[in-house]
Structures are given as C-alpha cells and as structure tokens.
C-alpha cells in the first residue's frame, strides 16, 4: 500500500519513514514546509506539502494514498490554542479526508491517557484534544487502530513492548519502537478497530500485536 505519513518531518514521523522505506509498502510524506521537502526527495520518497490546519482533501486525493499513518503534533513549545489547531481539529480533518475520499485504514499515534474528559493532569488540555480526536476516529467507519504510547523517548529500538487495551500504568517507549509497531499494524488484521496502550516491555511486537 502506499502510505501517507501525516508529520513525516517529526521525530517519531522519520522513524515511520524509514521502516516503510523497507518495504514491502511505500512511504509518501506529508510535511507542511516546503524546505523539508529535499530531505525526502533525496531518499526517493514522494512528498505532499499540506498544513492540517487548512482542508486536507485536495492533499490526500492528489497523494494518490491507500492508507495513513497520523504522526503529527503541535509539539510542548506552542500555546493550549495549537494543541486544539492540529492535535484535535487537524487530527478530526484527516479523518473526514479520508473519509471524503473513501480510504479506510488509519493508523493514529495518540498518547497514553488520552481521554475527551482528561481533568488533574498538567497536559490535560493535550490528553483531551487527543482523547476527542480519538473518539471522533472511533465513531467513524474507518479501518482504525489508535495506538497510544508513553512518554517517547530516543533509546534504541528492543523490537519489545507492553501493549494492551488499558495498562493501568505510565513510563515510557523509544519513538524507534512506536515506528516499529504503527508499520506493524498496517499487516496486522488483529489491530483492526482496535486502540490499546503502549510502553516498553519484554514481549516481542509481532507476539503483541497478534494477542490484541
Ligand atoms: N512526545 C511525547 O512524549 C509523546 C507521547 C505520546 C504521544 N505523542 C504523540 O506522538 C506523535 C509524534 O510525536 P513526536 O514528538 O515524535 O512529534 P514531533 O517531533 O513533535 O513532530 C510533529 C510533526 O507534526 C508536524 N506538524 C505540526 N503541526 C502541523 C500542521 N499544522 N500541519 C502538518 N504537520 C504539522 C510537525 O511539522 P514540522 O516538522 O514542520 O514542525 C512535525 O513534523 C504526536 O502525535 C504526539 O502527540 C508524543
């Protein structure tokens, strides 16, 4: 499949890049500079250029995309008003994208603790944006999974992880991880309309993804 990775330019966004590059399926990177196109081109994957704050159906539609993994983020150094800008509304305009233009599966990096209702948390306003979109992705007719990952760190990849419905638990996972499974579940069938959270653990992904 041809994939659109949405915040490709991030740091957890390359990650996806990369393993996509390995095949079997095709990256095409979706940024919203046009400077940050080069780097892609120079490993030969296709671009779009698309701001998730505008419509983003003209982006997917001339991506020519099967499916999309949903990377981005407004990122800890912007106000609570880009938070509701790309990590709720740019989430739930992807989603109505697709949805336009009659694609199916959709791959959502959200965070642990995600919830509509977040309250008591110094990042409630980010979990609620991201527990929203979630929702508004989960009452859709898509092909989802909602992955939902601790704190992302830069530690090498184990290629090992803790995963479930609802760990009752915090820490952390390397974005090198989180790149491994969200490219895992696109040929997982297990992870379908499936959301679960995500940590480092001794449990090899394949063997995790497969027990959802
Ligand atoms: N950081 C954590 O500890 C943590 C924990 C759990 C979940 N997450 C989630 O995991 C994902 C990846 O996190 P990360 O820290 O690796 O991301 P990141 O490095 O902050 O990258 C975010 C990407 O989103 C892009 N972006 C921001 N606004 C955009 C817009 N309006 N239109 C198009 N693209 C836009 C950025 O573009 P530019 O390159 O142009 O800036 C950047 O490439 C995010 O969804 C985040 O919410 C993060």
């Not at 740091?11 to 990177?29: K, Q, S, Y």
Request: glycine letters at 8%; aromatic letters at 4%; one cysteine or more.
């Amino acid at each position: 499949m041809r994939i659109l990775v949405v915040g490709a330019n991030g740091h957890t966004g390359r990650r996806i890049v990369d393993r996509l590059r390995a095949g079997p399926h095709e990256p095409i990177a979706m940024v919203r500079d046009p400077n940050h196109v080069a780097h892609f081109e120079q490993m030969e994957v296709r671009t779009v250029v698309a701001d998730l704050e505008k419509p983003l159906d003209p982006a997917l539609e001339a991506s020519a995309a099967e499916a999309l993994i949903f990377a981005a983020g407004s990122g800890s150094k912007t106000g609570p008003d880009k938070t509701l800008a790309v990590d709720r509304d740019g989430a739930v305009r992807s989603i109505a994208a697709m949805e336009a233009v009659g694609l199916r599966r959709y791959i959502m990096l959200s965070a642990l603790g995600a919830d509509p209702e977040r309250q008591g948390s110094p990042i409630a306003h980010y979990l609620r944006a991201k527990g929203i979109a979630d929702e508004h992705l989960r009452r859709s007719d898509l092909a989802y999974t909602v992955v939902r990952p601790g704190r992302l760190t830069f530690d090498e990849p184990t290629g090992k992880v803790d995963l479930a419905p609802d760990l009752d638990s915090g820490g952390s996972i390397s974005r090198d991880d989180v790149a491994a499974v969200v490219v895992a579940c696109l040929d997982m069938e297990s992870t379908v309309r499936k959301s679960f959270d995500l940590l480092a653990g001794p449990t090899p992904i394949a063997d995790a993804l497969a027990r959802l």
